[in-house]
């Protein structure tokens, strides 16, 4: 394997630029489904690493279920640094089947504790929940609905619920709390992975508030509605949970960009600017990332079926 196993651990490191600079100056949904790409394929690519140090260090250990040609010196002589690594590899790992676990449970945990809420509300694509607490979120499901609390409605003028229905609305039709799920869970499996999450949630909450300007026609009601919005609501008990499915991100500069002519909709950053290296470098550390761990897992397994006998 050599080297190469070790490079899908540090090579998140090259979408870190492409962060900030993609909610900056893409339209929000693209930026949105890049930085859920490149999270997905950086978190496998590590993930897979992890997994072919396990087989190693597991190989190692006495007792071990495998077989006894894995853990011969052919076998430890082709895998570079395997006594730590290896074995190290193996409590990395528990870890992060136990963080992603944890994260799964609690976000369809909140989400089963919502829809159990609306029992005996009325039907529709939004439920109005008598509440003192104003707050308004997308709740995914069969079918998904918009959960908007009365005293929210009461802080809006009748033109801004429009505004507020609408942006609710994209994030169900987005799918944005896949989008979030996975790159939160892509953060649990590479921590270096985590910048790329609060760069989504703010792409997500644009890509929402485009939605919303472009069903109203009205840029400056849903910058106002936005505002109005994230000054008066409040959070809803669930913790972390609740980010899942609502999260307003930086409000000052959504308002602004509202304000602001509509972002353009190109398909890729032009190569000769910041946002379009950035992108590149992305791109880059993806494609290196998914061959060293292929190139990984072929030599790993060349070796062991050598290894293993007939």
């Not at 651990?9 to 090259?14: D, E, F, G, K, N």
């Not at 039907?123 to 908007?148: E, I, Q």
């Not at 939605?211 to 959070?235: F, I, Q, W």
């Given at each position: 394997m050599g080297v190469f196993v070790y490079l899908p651990?540090?090579?998140?490191?090259?979408a870190l630029p492409i962060a900030r600079l993609a909610e900056q100056h893409l339209h929000p949904r693209r930026a949105a489904r890049l930085l859920t790409t490149v999270a997905v394929i950086l978190a496998t690519c590590s993930l897979v690493c992890l997994g072919l140090l396990v087989v190693v260090g597991t190989a190692q250990l006495p007792g071990n279920p495998l077989p006894d040609g894995w853990s011969d010196a052919e076998v430890r002589e082709a895998v570079p640094h395997d006594a730590f690594a290896g074995k190290a590899s193996i409590l990395a790992l528990v870890v992060v089947t136990t963080a992603c676990g944890f994260t799964v449970h609690r976000h369809y945990r909140f989400r089963a504790r919502a829809?159990?809420?609306?029992?005996?509300?009325?039907?529709?694509?939004?439920?109005?929940?008598?509440?003192?607490?104003?707050?308004?979120?997308?709740?995914?499901?069969?079918?998904?609905?918009?959960?908007?609390?009365?005293?929210?409605?009461?802080?809006?003028?009748?033109?801004?619920?429009?505004a507020l229905f609408a942006h609710e609305r994209a994030h169900l039709t987005g799918r944005h709390h896949r989008l979030l799920l996975a790159t939160r869970l892509a953060g649990c499996v590479n921590p270096l992975l985590w910048p790329l999450l609060g760069a989504l949630v703010y792409s997500t909450e644009r890509w929402a508030d485009e939605?919303?300007?472009?069903?109203?026609?009205?840029?400056?009601?849903?910058?106002?509605?936005?505002?109005?919005?994230?000054?008066?609501?409040?959070?809803v008990s669930?913790?972390?949970?609740?980010?899942?499915?609502?999260?307003?991100?930086?409000?000052?500069?959504?308002?602004?960009?509202?304000?602001?002519?509509?972002?353009?909709?190109?398909?890729w950053p032009p190569a000769l600017t910041p946002v379009g290296v950035a992108a590149l470098v992305?791109?880059?550390?993806?494609?290196?990332?998914?061959?060293?761990?292929?190139?990984?897992?072929?030599a790993l397994f060349l070796v062991l079926e050598a290894a293993t006998p007939l």
């Open positions: 651990l540090v090579l998140p490191l090259s829809h159990r809420a609306l029992a005996g509300l009325p039907g529709g694509d939004v439920a109005v929940l008598p509440d003192d607490v104003p707050y308004a979120y997308a709740l995914p499901g069969s079918p998904g609905r918009v959960m908007v609390s009365t005293a929210l409605l009461a802080s809006l003028d009748p033109a801004e619920h429009r939605e919303a300007a472009r069903v109203t026609g009205d840029r400056r009601l849903t910058a106002r509605a936005v505002g109005k919005a994230a000054l008066v609501s409040r959070p669930g913790g972390a949970a609740f980010a899942a499915f609502a999260a307003a991100g930086p409000v000052p500069r959504r308002v602004a960009a509202l304000l602001g002519p509509v972002p353009p909709d190109r398909g992305a791109a880059a550390g993806t494609t290196v990332s998914a061959l060293s761990a292929l190139n990984a897992a072929v």
